[in-house]
């Protein structure tokens, strides 16, 4: 009967380093939650007759360190919450490793290739539909400007223009000149000149004039007219211009928006002159941002949110199966994942540009590695005076 306990507390102590042996390994491996090895007692009836593993606990409520790495396809989750992923058979798997990329079809996936889950762009306010996350690597078309910013100091120690017919040939018939670009439909850019003429009368006032690519100025102008404390009327705008681009795009209507514009004495100054359009361009790449969104770079410098990663929670992550060092599928036990953005409910915020740890305590691990030795010399030394034993009974026979 000892010989059988003793065998199985060797069996047991086997089953017990493996599980020692194999969070040791993982000690480096990002993500990875470590296990410890449950010892049971066995009985028949009311005898005892040996120990066993009777479980495998994991270790997933504790977070491991945050290790940065740099790169803009990395994250962490700083709290509780799994990247979500489907795999090729369509189940869904969670994992706390935030290594993702985009494959050569377009689809964010992430370091097992499997297609990362997310909310589709939100239109109106409201999250778009989740699943996997589409990367449009294709050109964006441009977008037709429909207004300019002009924000500046227009100063008050302008004196009036010698010569009182406007022309743009003519540099003494204006105070200062501006450049906007604008874009059409097609994505060309356009000119538009902003010549700033004082008024003598009344002194408050300066008259804008507009010529577009250079060519002759229209007979569309605005009248800025500043209060005494130098300031302009809330929205105050151009009235409606009209640029006729060559090469078959669209007429270009747009207004050019002075709020904040000043009249101080001294230099005059642009602090803002920028419109809302752009040309087309080609994709150049794709990042995370904080809040989880996943933001598509195109070479004219805009960006699109495309999408945001879904962050699951569970009733009890703990009864979470693992089906890979660092990967887990959903179980009866677990309950029904809750899904939400980073940042949202139970879910953790994303930290950018880094990777979660092992949360691996090598130490502890080292101290369990010796006292499993300990406990298996201890069971060879049952199995070993047992035989001794039985030869001594057998030689008394």
Do not use: C
Request: net charge negative; charged share 10%.
């Amino acid at each position: 009967m000892s010989f059988n306990i003793a065998l199985s507390g060797i069996q047991a102590i086997n089953q017990q380093l493996e599980a020692v042996s194999n969070n040791i390994a993982n000690a480096g491996t990002y993500g990875f939650k470590s296990s410890r090895a449950n010892f049971a007692s066995v009985y028949a009836g009311d005898q005892a007759n040996g120990v066993e593993i009777g479980s495998l606990t994991q270790n997933i409520g504790q977070n491991g360190s945050l290790q940065t790495t740099g790169r803009n396809l990395d994250a962490a989750i700083q709290g509780r919450g799994f990247f979500t992923s489907r795999d090729a058979q369509g189940v869904m798997q969670y994992t706390r490793v935030g290594i993702f990329s985009a494959n050569n079809q377009g689809y964010l996936v992430d370091a097992a290739g499997r297609n990362v889950q997310g909310y589709g762009p939100t239109v109106g306010g409201v999250l778009g539909v989740m699943g996997d996350i589409r990367i449009p690597t294709g050109q964006i078309p441009a977008k037709a400007s429909t207004g300019v910013n002009f924000v500046g100091n227009l100063s008050a120690d302008w004196k009036v223009p010698t010569t009182t017919t406007f022309d743009p040939a003519d540099p003494a018939s204006y105070n200062m000149v501006k450049q906007s670009v604008l874009y059409d439909s097609l994505g060309t850019q356009h000119t538009v000149s902003q010549y700033f003429v004082k008024n003598e009368t009344p002194a408050n006032t300066v008259t804008v004039h507009y010529a577009f690519d250079g060519g002759a100025p229209v007979t569309d102008t605005t009248t800025l007219t500043f209060d005494a404390n130098g300031q302009l009327p809330p929205s105050t705008k151009s009235g409606a211009l009209t640029l006729t681009p060559a090469g078959g795009a669209a007429d270009l209507q747009f207004t050019i928006d002075y709020t904040g514009t000043t009249q101080f004495a001294g230099e005059a100054t642009t602090t803002t002159n920028r419109s809302d359009g752009y040309a087309s361009g080609a994709f150049v790449g794709v990042e995370l941002a904080e809040n989880g969104s996943v933001v598509a770079k195109y070479s004219n410098e805009q960006q699109q949110v495309v999408g945001t990663l879904a962050i699951a929670t569970f009733p009890d992550e703990g009864s979470l199966t693992p089906t890979s060092d660092t990967s887990w599928s959903a179980t009866a036990g677990s309950g029904a994942p809750l899904y939400s953005t980073p940042g949202i409910g139970l879910a953790g915020k994303l930290s950018k540009g880094t990777l979660e740890g092992s949360n691996v305590d090598i130490t502890s691990e080292l101290v369990g590695l010796m006292t499993s030795q300990r406990n298996y010399q201890a069971n060879s030394k049952v199995i070993t005076a047992e035989n001794q034993m039985m030869q001594a009974l057998l030689q008394a026979l």
